[in-house]
């Protein structure tokens, strides 16, 4: 028998846009999370969306007593995209 876990995990995506990278968590219908950074040059477009998606995890207030850290990413034509989980429960996986 295999052990599953039923657990939904925070989903993030990046834009960019006239210079600047954008992070958006939607919550529910009453919260959504926001983060904006302009572009590093000296990074890559992958490294750019990386880093506002974790500026954005380190400032939001849902609960966890151990942080947040970013464990997958994707992309299509227009986005980034980021799954975060608490560290505790990465070290699960």
Same mark, same amino acid.
Not at 25 to 29: L, P, S
């Given at each position: 028998m295999t052990h599953q876990i039923n657990y939904s995990l925070p989903c993030i995506s990046v834009t960019y846009k006239n210079g600047t990278y954008k992070a958006t968590?939607?919550? =529910? =219908?009453e919260k959504t999370y926001r983060k904006n950074k302009p572009t590093d040059f000296e990074l890559s477009e992958f490294m750019n969306a990386r880093t506002v998606a974790e500026d954005l995890i380190n400032s939001w207030d849902l609960v966890s007593n151990d942080g947040w850290e970013l464990i997958g990413s994707g992309h299509d034509a227009d986005k980034w995209y980021f799954i975060a989980t608490t560290k505790q429960f990465s070290k699960e996986l």
């Open positions: 968590h939607k919550r =529910n =219908n």
